[in-house]
């Protein structure tokens, strides 16, 4: 009886200290200053954190990200970020080639998986997005070309002040659109340059805004001068 009484009382003090830790790291949340749109969600929170505005020459993660971009359309990037992982196992942790050579009856499959965005003109476009990128002669440098090859550090107070499309974006659109791309309309396309860090448009009382302004300033510098 004594053991029994001893492991419930043991049980009870992990839950305590588990729950006193989760409030504690929510405090420490609280306290840190981040662009108005990051909720408290850990995943939201982890990704403003520790992606989002970072600038990124990975071409797997520039192309995770514009296709990750396109299943956003008409739903809330939170929802896109919980079914990352999911979508990461499905699209072959999103190798375009293996993207690109998935057939009807696999699509049809994905359809049916809950763990993904079901929606078969983005999974359709997500096929097409793949072999336009293949056809790309070098697909980082296209990308970054937009902003002549070194992030653009926008200097906004608030997120009001952030706006939803740029002429970069617009340039942007119209190239892939050429090259045969979907779901890659301007705001879609400003979008993603804000993720890869492109365009750094964490608001100037955000934690982050000062260490990727020094990133990105140093960056320009470089690309600038040649070296």
Partial sequence: MRQHTHAGAEGRRQKAEAAAAAAAVKLTNSLVKRCSWCTDDPVYIAYHDTEWGVPSRDPRHLFEMLLLEGFQAGLSWITVLKKRPRFREVLFDFDPEKVAAMDDGYIDQLMQDPGIIRNRLKLNSSRQNAKAWLQLNDPVELIWSFVDGAPKINHNRQHTDVPVVAPEAEVMSRTLKKAGFNFVGPTI????????????????????YEPLSSVSASSRRFTNTGK
């Fill in 189 to 208: 396309c400003y979008s993603y340059l804000q993720a890869i860090g492109c365009i750094m448009d964490h608001t100037t009382d955000c934690h982050r």
